[in-house]
């Protein structure tokens, strides 16, 4: 008989997002007539660019002639095409990543979940609370030790490192899924110092950099000086370009990122990741990856903007309404995600079920991403304007009660 892998028994029953999913199915069972808003998942509802789309189609057509078909491509690591179209986009905010550096995947969350595989299951692993639920869980599944660093509120949901506590990878998440909160260039320079001095690699997520508006919140950790010799970043079109259906990622590994084996040699962080993914991983579909390189043509980026800017003003009008309310919170502010303080010292489900049974609005408990998550609720900006407007009417209307 096998066995299983036990480090999965120790896991919550269920992913966060299907635990929700299944009591706001439950509530809409009990009451079909309920009108519900849904705020809770971090997805997208704009349609796709019309020029990523024709791209697509383009792509599409291309694979029904013999003369264009593609089976698979060579590296797996995506086409030229699209890796060159990466590395342009980040030359435009003023970051110098080469396309060979750049590895194209279907979304940041897998890659975040499957690097735990070139990594040894001794390392000890260093996660801010609260987190993407994704990097805990992956790092549980392999039995690794995880250990934990505060963002709350008095540092502003930013957690900083302690020169005392040693550790071997460290996730970092800017803008922070779920805080909405942003590292400065100069927090990114010491986390950057904290990861050299104790030979630790950054796994940094920057799913949500479209969103940054201010000066001094760097796009990449890659921005920042020391960054490529200690980082792996992740990004992805899910928010960038309304992906979240097409699955269309990238990952840079720079080539000077190595460590040291047991036996002395030196190891290729980029070489070992490609070794996983030739073995793993058949890339992604050749028109999707059409479709992505078409986000990052002039007109490609200007009608996506367009989508961002709508999202970016639901938030304005998620924070206008907690600022009215006198409720605190964070993000809004380059980051589709608003995380505020539960009201009246409610605890997270309790106000999770008071705002859907109550206003038929839905949300995310903060407790779901960790500890200093209770008593805090993030509230997603990526929904329609007008029922956006309509859920923070019911907020007022029910907190007035
Ligand atoms: C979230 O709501 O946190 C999102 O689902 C993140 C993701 O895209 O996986």
């Given at each position: 008989m096998p066995s299983v892998?036990?480090?999965?028994?120790?896991?919550?029953?269920?992913?966060l997002f299907i635990n929700i999913a299944k009591k706001v199915n439950a509530f809409t069972s009990a009451h079909p007539e309920a009108d519900v808003i849904r705020m809770?998942?971090?997805?997208?509802t704009l349609p796709i660019a019309k020029c990523v789309v024709y791209a697509m189609k383009k792509g599409a057509d291309e694979m029904g002639v013999k003369e264009t078909f593609k089976g698979?491509?060579?590296?797996?690591?995506?086409?030229d095409f699209l890796k060159e179209a990466v590395s342009g986009y980040y030359k435009s905010f003023g970051v110098d990543v080469p396309a060979d550096d750049i590895r194209i995947n279907d979304g940041a969350k897998s890659d975040c979940g499957n690097?735990?595989?070139?990594?040894?299951?001794d390392n000890v692993v260093l996660i801010t609370d609260?987190?993407?639920p994704v990097y805990v869980d992956t790092n549980l599944m392999s039995g690794r030790k995880v250990i934990y660093c505060d963002s709350n509120e008095e540092n502003g949901f930013a957690a900083m490192p302690d020169e005392n506590v040693k550790c071997d990878l460290i996730y970092l998440c800017s803008p922070n899924n779920p805080t909405g909160s942003v590292y400065t260039k100069e927090q990114l320079k010491v986390w950057i110092e904290y990861a050299k001095k104790n030979n630790a690699i950054i796994i940094y997520d920057?799913?949500?950099?479209?969103f940054i508006t201010d000066e001094?919140?760097?796009?990449?950790?890659?921005?920042?000086?020391?960054?490529?010799?200690c980082a792996i970043e992740m990004c992805s079109l899910s928010k960038t370009a309304g992906f979240t259906g097409m699955r269309c990622g990238y990952t840079v590994i720079p080539k000077e990122l190595t460590v040291t084996a047991s036996d002395g040699t030196e190891v290729s962080i980029s070489q070992l990741w490609g070794r996983r993914e030739g073995s793993k991983f058949n890339g992604v579909s050749y028109p999707v990856q059409c479709a992505a390189a078409a986000v990052f043509t002039p007109e490609g980026l200007k009608q996506t903007r367009e989508n961002i800017e709508y999202y970016q003003n639901n938030a304005r009008t998620i924070a206008n309404t907690l600022d009215e309310l006198g409720i605190k919170y964070t993000g809004g502010k380059n980051s589709p995600y608003i995380w505020l303080k539960c009201p009246n010292g409610m605890g997270s489900w309790e106000f999770f079920d008071l705002l859907l049974e109550k206003a038929g609005v839905v949300g995310t408990p903060g407790a779901g991403f960790g500890?200093?998550?209770?008593?805090w609720f993030r509230l997603t900006a990526f929904g329609d304007k007008d029922r956006t407007a309509e859920a923070m009417e019911r907020l007022k209307k029910l907190l007035s009660e």
């Open positions: 892998n036990e480090n999965f028994l120790k896991l919550e029953k269920n992913y809770g998942i971090g997805d997208v698979y491509e060579d590296s797996g690591a995506g086409y690097i735990v595989d070139i990594f040894g299951d609260p987190a993407y920057s799913a949500y950099e479209a001094n919140v760097p796009r990449s950790i890659f921005a920042v000086e020391g960054a490529k010799e500890k200093n998550g209770e008593g």
